[in-house]
């Protein structure tokens, strides 16, 4: 039963990071290791958790 909160626990981890919503009228940089990779555009969008920011 723990293993299954824990698990539960990082897929919702997961699920948060790769996930973004980017409002209207803007622009988002992503960098992957710290490094310019491209721009979100306003809407839905997935990253590669803990490599993109």
């Known amino acids: 039963m723990e293993v299954a ?3 539960f626990v990082i897929a919702v981890i997961f699920v948060t990071q790769s996930v973004k ?3 209207q009228q803007h622009a988002w940089v992503v ?3 710290g490094k ?5 555009m306003p ?8 490599v993109d920011k």
């Open 5 to 7: 909160v824990l698990f």
């Open 21 to 23: 919503v980017v409002p």
């Open 31 to 33: 960098e992957r290791l």
């Open 36 to 40: 310019y990779t491209g721009t979100l």
């Open 43 to 50: 809407g839905l969008n997935f990253l590669i958790p803990f």
